[in-house]
Structure formats: C-alpha cells, structure tokens
C-alpha cells in the first residue's frame, strides 16, 4: 500500500480539509497519483450544500465501485458532509466502501491504513501543515457554526464552532512561509466569529495583527464572513495592516427582509447597507463579494426583486447566485414548501447573474490604465496569473520566471471576469 487519490468537491473548507488528510497520508510513506484506478487509497471528499454537488459525489462513487471489485484490498473511504452522525444509509447505499468520515475526522482511514502497514498511525503523523503548499494556501481557524440558518446542512455535518488557538495558527502560517508560501486565506463557515469560544477571547483582528508581523508572509485572506460577527474592530484591522487585503466575501442571501427573517439570517436589508456602508468608508477601493440565493420557499417575485434592486444599489465586485434546493434535515425542509418552480429559480438566477455582469464589466473597465499589485500563481496557456489584493484575475505574457513573486502590472484590457495586462518596468507598487 503506498499509494493514495483524494477527489474533493466544495467549499474552501473542503479543499483544506483534503489538503490535512493529504499531508497525513503522506507522513505515513503514501503518495499521491493522478488516477483513481492506480490508486492504493481512494478518498471522496464530499459536498452536499447543494444538489448538483451531491448528483457529482454519488455519480463519482458510482465509479469506484468496479474499482474496489476489481482489487478488493483497495480502500475506499467517503469523508466530508455527506457523512453525517449516523453512516447507516451510506453503507447501505454504497456497500464497497470501506470507511466514512466526517470532515476533519481522519482518524477512522488513518488508523485502517495503520493497521494494513502494521504502523501506529499516531506516532507517524505530526502536524498536518499541508507539506507541498502552493504560493497560496488555506488555513482553517474556526471549524463548525453556531448559527441555523434554515436552508443550511453545515452545522448538522461540521458540528458547533470551535475556534483554533491564536499561537496554534501562527505557528502553522510559519511553517507555510518556510516552505514558499506567501498568501494565506484564513478558513471558517463564519470566520469572523473567530475566537469567541476561546478562554481569553481573542477576535478576527487580534489574529490578523499577529500574523501580520509574520516575515516573509505577504498577504493576508479571510473567509466566509457573516454580518452578523462584522465588527468595526475587524473591519479597521482590514483597513489598516498593510498585509491583510481589502476583500471581503459578505453573504446576503436576499434582499427582502421577509426571505431573511424566514432564513434565520439574524439582520435586516437596513442593517446590512449600513454595514457595507462602514466598510467602504473606512475603505474606499475595498472589493466586496457576496452570496445569493433565488427561489427560497415562498420567494415572490416583488421579494426576488428587492435582492435585484440590493445588486444595483450595493454594486458588488462578485456575486456567486445559487437557486434554493431542499437539504434533508434541515428546518427549511422540516418545515417549508419548496413551491417556487423549477424554471423561475432558473430564471431568476439568470436575472441576477446577468445584471452582475453588468455591473462587473463596470467595475473592472476603471482599472484600466491603472497598476495592479499582483501575486503570480502559476502559468495559464502561456501567459502568468495572479490576482490583485482585491482578488481581480490578472493574465501578463512575460518570458522571466514570475512564480510566486508580487509584481506590477500595468491593465491594458477588462472583461467581467478577468484583466489583462503588462509588466512594468518598475518592480514596485505604483498607485492603486
């Protein structure tokens, strides 16, 4: 057994959690290959919040069944929120796979691998720092959510908040950096409640500050927000350290108070313009991104039009639309119709994504001409990429090898998604 494929669909938090399982295996000698079937280890990692994710995992798990019929002593484990406290009805359903986790318990497969190489799993692995990172990289902070939002899985699948340790991340950022990263976006289903559950009761800003005087980190992310834990103390921390970027993922869900208050989304239309208001006073080129969802349970057409008139108003820098499908388990499908026809939830979607692109093609158009800051990720069909500290997709051409540095480029074109530019001749921020 030396070989492992981890498949991972979902949210940020997904992705982290494959990146930890991964770094565990690879302490205990597996490595990792591009192909399931030549895999020792195969690991799904699940995504539920919406339908078309879970129609993805099931259609994948469909796949490995040959797969372990074919070599037996194959593991096959299913992890993340499709598992939830009881795996009864998985097993039935899926009866070749071998293991079902819970995100972030890794026990259960490492201590299956353990047993196959006759090791101890515990005394073999160590911190799960992910040990190949990218030029950026995911730290989770705060796991799990207090909050019952009423179309939400999260918290039945993730468990209740539990904030990690100010020192515990510091250390982790650390390690990063030694290993060549230079972002990193700070994890949590509503990270900015960070710290409330811990003894000295540390917030989102007194970690930004500690990690802001790490060397050799350049730029600091964070999210998913909530409004209801965006205090003015995080929001002056973003605006005055110099390596934390002004980007802010805010979810509204809907712009009508009443969809809110049937959402269980704790503020009003009122008090969440109020809250961006703040923020872009205190940072005026600050990039806001945000959450909708159409065709909630009893969603009218007036309702679906005050979140239309919300985008007008607010003017966000992104906007990620999803139309409402029923969760199983949560209040929403206890307790609501889910009425509104499958083609109008098509169809508002598509009102919404097309006034966004709009609006977009607005936004990114007034930076042409001006010059970016830009952390090259990686190459793309000959061209470098990175993103600005708003989070904006930058192409440059340049023979040089960029990788991982910050450079300036000056934005020559804009589309709704994307900018290209130049590299300027002075490798330094001009103006932003």
Same mark, same amino acid.
């Given at each position: 057994?030396?070989?492992?494929?981890?498949?991972?669909? #979902?949210?940020?938090?997904?992705?982290?959690?494959?990146?930890?399982?991964?770094?565990?295996?690879?302490?205990?000698?597996?490595?990792?290959? +591009?192909?399931?079937?030549?895999?020792?280890?195969?690991?799904?990692?699940?995504?539920?919040?919406?339908?078309?994710?879970?129609?993805?995992?099931?259609?994948?798990?469909?796949?490995?069944?040959?797969?372990?019929?074919?070599?037996?002593?194959?593991?096959?484990?299913?992890?993340?929120?499709?598992?939830?406290?009881?795996?009864?009805?998985?097993?039935?359903?899926?009866?070749?796979?071998?293991?079902?986790?819970?995100?972030?318990?890794?026990?259960?497969?490492?201590?299956?691998?353990?047993?196959?190489?006759?090791?101890?799993? +515990?005394?073999?692995?160590?911190?799960?720092?992910?040990?190949?990172?990218?030029?950026?990289?995911?730290?989770?902070?705060?796991?799990?959510?207090?909050?019952?939002?009423?179309?939400?899985?999260?918290?039945?699948?993730?468990?209740?908040?539990?904030?990690?340790?100010?020192?515990?991340?510091?250390?982790?950022? +650390?390690?990063?950096?030694?290993?060549?990263?230079?972002?990193?976006?700070?994890?949590?289903?509503?990270?900015?409640?960070?710290?409330?559950?811990?003894?000295?009761?540390?917030?989102?800003?007194?970690?930004?500050?500690?990690?802001?005087?790490?060397?050799?980190?350049?730029?600091?992310?964070?999210?998913?927000?909530?409004?209801?834990?965006?205090?003015?103390?995080?929001?002056?921390?973003?605006?005055?350290?110099?390596?934390?970027?002004?980007?802010?993922?805010?979810?509204?869900?809907?712009?009508?108070?009443?969809?809110?208050?049937?959402?269980?989304?704790?503020?009003?239309?009122?008090?969440?313009?109020?809250?961006?208001?703040?923020?872009?006073?205190?940072?005026?080129?600050?990039?806001?991104?945000?959450?909708?969802?159409?065709?909630?349970?009893?969603?009218?057409?007036?309702?679906?039009?005050?979140?239309?008139?919300?985008?007008?108003?607010?003017?966000?820098?992104?906007?990620?639309?999803?139309?409402?499908?029923?969760?199983?388990?949560?209040?929403?499908?206890?307790?609501?119709?889910?009425?509104?026809?499958?083609?109008?939830?098509?169809?508002?979607?598509?009102?919404?994504?097309?006034?966004?692109?709009?609006?977009?093609?607005?936004?990114?158009?007034?930076?042409?001409?001006?010059?970016?800051?830009?952390?090259?990720?990686?190459?793309?069909?000959?061209?470098?990429?990175?993103?600005?500290?708003?989070?904006?997709?930058?192409?440059?051409?340049?023979?040089?090898?960029?990788?991982?540095?910050?450079?300036?480029?000056?934005?020559?074109?804009?589309?709704?998604?994307?900018?290209? #530019?130049?590299?300027?001749?002075?490798?330094?921020?001009?103006?932003?």
């Amino acid at each position: 057994m030396n070989s492992y494929y981890l498949w991972t669909i #979902g949210c940020q938090m997904n992705t982290a959690d494959s990146e930890r399982l991964a770094a565990a295996l690879e302490q205990m000698g597996i490595e990792p290959v +591009e192909k399931a079937a030549d895999a020792d280890v195969i690991v799904l990692n699940s995504c539920v919040v919406r339908q078309g994710a879970e129609d993805k995992v099931v259609s994948n798990l469909a796949w490995m069944a040959p797969l372990k019929k074919s070599q037996p002593e194959r593991i096959v484990a299913l992890m993340g929120c499709m598992v939830g406290p009881k795996s009864d009805e998985l097993a039935r359903r899926f009866p070749f796979v071998d293991v079902f986790m819970r995100p972030q318990q890794f026990g259960p497969l490492l201590e299956m691998v353990g047993d196959r190489l006759g090791v101890d799993w +515990e005394g073999c692995v160590g911190p799960l720092t992910p040990s190949r990172p990218d030029v950026t990289c995911h730290v989770p902070i705060i796991h799990g959510c207090d909050l019952m939002c009423t179309f939400c899985i999260i918290p039945y699948r993730r468990g209740r908040q539990v904030s990690r340790p100010v020192a515990e991340v510091a250390l982790e950022v +650390e390690t990063l950096v030694s290993r060549g990263v230079k972002e990193v976006t700070l994890l949590g289903q509503t990270v900015d409640a960070y710290g409330y559950d811990l003894p000295d009761q540390p917030n989102l800003a007194d970690l930004f500050t500690r990690l802001n005087d790490i060397d050799g980190i350049e730029r600091i992310r964070f999210l998913t927000s909530h409004p209801k834990f965006m205090t003015q103390e995080i929001i002056q921390a973003v605006a005055d350290l110099p390596k934390v970027c002004e980007h802010i993922n805010l979810p509204v869900q809907a712009g009508d108070d009443g969809i809110l208050d049937e959402m269980r989304r704790q503020y009003s239309r009122a008090e969440y313009v109020d809250l961006v208001g703040r923020i872009r006073e205190a940072m005026p080129e600050v990039a806001l991104n945000t959450d909708i969802i159409v065709g909630f349970p009893g969603e009218t057409e007036t309702q679906f039009q005050q979140t239309l008139d919300l985008l007008s108003e607010l003017r966000f820098d992104k906007v990620h639309c999803a139309a409402y499908s029923t969760r199983p388990g949560t209040i929403a499908s206890r307790t609501m119709e889910d009425a509104v026809p499958e083609d109008e939830k098509t169809s508002r979607r598509r009102r919404v994504d097309s006034l966004q692109e709009e609006i977009q093609t607005e936004i990114n158009a007034r930076l042409v001409g001006r010059y970016e800051e830009v952390l090259v990720e990686g190459r793309r069909k000959g061209k470098w990429q990175g993103r600005t500290r708003s989070h904006k997709l930058v192409f440059f051409e340049d023979e040089a090898y960029h990788q991982g540095e910050l450079v300036t480029v000056k934005i020559e074109r804009s589309s709704p998604w994307s900018l290209q #530019g130049t590299l300027a001749v002075e490798a330094k921020f001009l103006t932003r």
